[in-house]
């Protein structure tokens, strides 16, 4: 969540009205008209990049003979990453935290929207959106964390057996392949750099999702406006370049969110994703490593499960009480699989 990501997401046209996403951004002024919060938004046509499912609630008003779209999506678009929605001013207290939680209800009355959704937003958040009738939904993404590590090899200590030995394979297989890693970051990411990972992420998408939602330009944008907040992992064979995964360096925490290869090797996915990353964490003594939604791959690499928080708003009480019945299922559910989860972890038990 910052200015120049958001900024080169709308300069490059990923996010547009042409795109279904229609920028919102709601904002607080004082007397003097300055700005005290902003609520980053969206009016949106479609629930495409959200990563917080609710195709089920468009079917749902559908076959009620109501429209779903559009709505109000308060997100960081294409990105499933926690971070605060509510952005207030410094020294702003709790009264006009309220007030802009509070006047999203009102926007999406006076346009005629069917509802509110502000997801990845943090617990707090939440809390206070629950004073006005919002719903709390809850999620899961893993999370690598940095318990002190030294090195690598000090991360595979506290592993079991099994799976540092799988570790150790998965490792020593690429670097048997004569295959060289490079970490890249600020000023040295060039165009021959972001040509390549932007090729592989293409590539990764029409496999996957069968639309890539961002363009070259727009990897170009947040390379030149943030730049010592980007690294790129690259593997290269020889020559030429066969596979890279990009990071974002947060303030505590490594982001880590595209990958993509020209050969589909699972091993190669694992070191510039999990392997790779987690050395720079350790190396940088970052606290933290987000890796996205899904995958349950993750927990075998050292990831844990985690759960994130969303809250929702829909503007005609009947339905609001459908969802929130829904929701409270969905959350004994979510619960009750964190808990597998977590007895299935890689790490030592303590005894």
């Not at 919002?134 to 000090?154: A, G, H, I, K, V």
């Not at 490792?171 to 890693?181: G, P």
């Not at 939602?213 to 370049?241: S, T, V």
């Not at 994703?273 to 190396?283: D, H, K, L, T």
Request: glycine share 6%; net charge negative.
């Amino acid at each position: 969540m910052s200015y120049e990501f958001i900024s080169s997401l709308e300069i490059s046209g990923c996010v547009s009205e042409n795109t279904g996403w229609n920028a919102q951004h709601v904002t607080m002024k004082d007397d003097e008209n300055k700005i005290l919060g902003i609520i980053p938004s969206y009016i949106k046509e479609h629930s495409y990049g959200e990563y917080v499912f609710d195709q089920s609630w468009a079917e749902f008003y559908d076959k009620l003979g109501l429209n779903y779209y559009p709505k109000l999506q308060s997100c960081i678009p294409f990105t499933p990453v926690t971070s605060r929605k509510l952005l207030l001013s410094e020294g702003i207290d709790d009264v006009n935290a309220n007030t802009l939680a509070a006047s999203i209800k009102d926007i999406v009355n006076d346009k005629g929207l069917s509802s509110a959704h502000l997801t990845f937003c943090t617990k707090d958040e939440v809390d206070i959106l629950q004073r006005h009738n919002f719903l709390q939904r809850t999620s899961q993404q893993f999370r690598w964390e940095n318990n002190n590590y030294q090195t690598f090899d000090n991360f595979l200590e506290n592993l079991t057996s099994r799976k540092r030995k799988m570790i150790r394979k998965e490792r020593k297989y690429v670097e048997s392949s004569d295959i060289k890693i490079e970490i890249i970051s600020g000023k040295d990411i060039t165009d021959e750099h972001l040509d390549a990972f932007y090729r592989f992420y293409k590539d990764t998408c029409r496999r996957k999702w069968g639309h890539a939602y961002l363009n070259r330009e727009f990897f170009g944008l947040i390379a030149e406006k943030m730049p010592d907040k980007m690294i790129l992992i690259l593997a290269r064979f020889g020559l030429n370049y066969i596979a890279s995964s990009l990071h974002i360096i947060g303030e505590d925490r490594l982001y880590g969110r595209y990958w993509g290869g020209e050969t589909h090797d699972s091993f190669l996915h694992f070191e510039l994703c999990f392997y790779q990353a987690i050395e720079y964490a350790i190396c940088n003594k970052l606290q933290y490593i987000e890796a996205g939604a899904g995958g349950y791959h993750k927990i075998s690499r050292g990831y844990v499960p985690i759960l994130t928080y969303s809250a929702h708003y829909m503007n005609i009480p009947e339905i609001h009480s459908v969802v929130k019945d829904y929701l409270t299922k969905e959350c004994e559910l979510n619960n009750s699989n964190l808990k597998e989860l977590e007895n299935n972890l890689p790490y030592k038990k303590i005894l």
